[in-house]
């Protein structure tokens, strides 16, 4: 899929699982399985999704995050949807990259 204007890109961080008592000290880090869930939720409802470090970066026709944010979708956060909401600590739609 390529960016455009009927298309809308996003970003999902995935919620971090709290580390085991005496884990190192690293960043948290989503788990597969977390990351897995939403990505097959999101596919499901039309997104195209990578896996990131910290979650998804997608992309999704604008009809389909109509459907799925609602019809004012463009960020640069936008609403988590219900049943992943457990999941997601956040969706926010990146910046147009400068072009000189």
């Known amino acids: ?10 970003d999902v961080l995935v919620a971090a699982e709290p580390p085991a008592p005496g ?8 788990s597969g399985q977390r990351l897995d869930e939403v990505r097959r939720w999101l596919a499901a409802h039309g997104a ?10 997608c992309t999704v026709s604008r009809p389909a995050a109509a459907l799925l944010f609602g019809h ?9 949807p219900t049943p992943i909401a457990h ?10 990259p400068e072009h000189f």
Not at 2 to 8: Q, R, S
Not at 72 to 80: D, M, Q, S
Request: charge should be negative; proline fraction near 15%; aromatic fraction near 4%.
């Open 1 to 10: 899929m390529t960016d455009g204007p009927a298309v809308l890109r996003f």
């Open 23 to 30: 884990a190192d000290r690293a960043p948290p880090r989503p």
């Open 48 to 57: 195209t999704c990578h896996p990131t470090g910290f979650g998804l970066a």
């Open 72 to 80: 004012g979708a463009a960020g640069p956060e936008l609403t988590v």
């Open 87 to 96: 999941l997601v600590d956040q969706i926010t739609v990146p910046a147009d």
